[in-house]
T-cell receptor, first 117, second 113 residues
Framework: GAVVSQHPSRVICKSGTSVKIECRSLDFQATTMFWYRQFPKQSLMLMATSNEGSKATYEQGVEKDKFLINHASLTLSTLTVTSAHPEDSSFYIC?????????????FGPGTRLTVT | AQSVTQPDIHITVSEGASLELRCNYS??????LFWYVQSPGQGLQLLLKYFSGDTLVQGIKGFEAEFKRSQSSFNLRKPSVHWSDAAEYFCAVGAGRDDKIIFGKGTRLHILP
């Protein structure tokens, strides 16, 4: 089956610094990827839709200047949290659309735990 | 805009008992519906999905779900739960096969031995 990886799995950074999270589709090309965040014991909230070669589409209330998304290739999307603050500490999950039998299925990465101190 | 409601935050059942997790959706057209499971420290795993056709959908791990348009529901069922089924379950809805997915708040399933 399709595999989506994320790197790093865990990261701790200091307040005010930036951190980059990578999302890779390992064995397929994904023109569309999605980024979610999940606070402890809460649901996944969609942050943005990332399309290869074009600007990401952000959900309402998500600061595009704070959460920079780059989908430069068909197998890689990156999320950069700029000037991170403790309230940005969360579990970030990406997913990629996998073409399957004339349709698509969304595969999720294992997530990245971000802690801002 | 689509939305999903999972009315039960926690559900506790005994091992071997049957299970039903409720999910109601709001969407103007025919929705694309999903159930995912997330075990502690693990990523999301798709249990089953409904796009069209037979309204009773079979999934992995012995789960099934039934789409009821009249009730705007997509409840998840399992006839006999195992201790390993303890996890967080998310119902989700999408507008299309390649569209974003909106998740419900989740139901945490606890299993009594």
């Amino acid at each position: 089956g399709a595999v989506v990886s994320q790197h790093p799995s865990r990261v701790i950074c200091k307040s005010g610094t930036s951190v980059k999270i990578e999302c890779r589709s390992l064995d397929f090309q994904a023109t569309t990827m999605f980024w979610y965040r999940q606070f402890p014991k809460q649901s996944l909230m969609l942050m943005a839709t990332s399309n290869e070669g074009s600007k990401a589409t952000y959900e309402q209330g998500v600061e595009k200047d704070k959460f920079l998304i780059n989908h430069a290739s068909l197998t890689l999307s990156t999320l950069t949290v700029t000037s991170a603050h403790p309230e940005d500490s969360s579990f970030y999950i990406c997913s990629a659309l996998y073409p399957l039998a004339g349709s698509y299925e969304q595969y999720f990465g294992p997530g990245t735990r971000l802690t801002v101190t | 805009a689509q939305s999903v409601t999972q009315p039960d935050i926690h559900i506790t059942v005994s091992e071997g008992a049957s299970l039903e997790l409720r999910c109601n959706y709001s969407y103007g057209a025919t929705p694309y519906l999903f159930w995912y499971v997330q075990s502690p420290g693990q990523g999301l795993q798709l249990l089953l999905k409904y796009f069209s056709g037979d309204t009773l959908v079979q999934g992995i791990k012995g789960f099934e779900a039934e789409f009821k348009r009249s009730q705007s529901s997509f409840n998840l069922r399992k006839p006999s739960v195992h201790w390993s089924d303890a996890a967080e379950y998310f119902c989700a809805v999408g507008a299309g096969r390649d569209d974003k997915i909106i998740f419900g708040k989740g139901t945490r399933l606890h299993i009594l031995p």
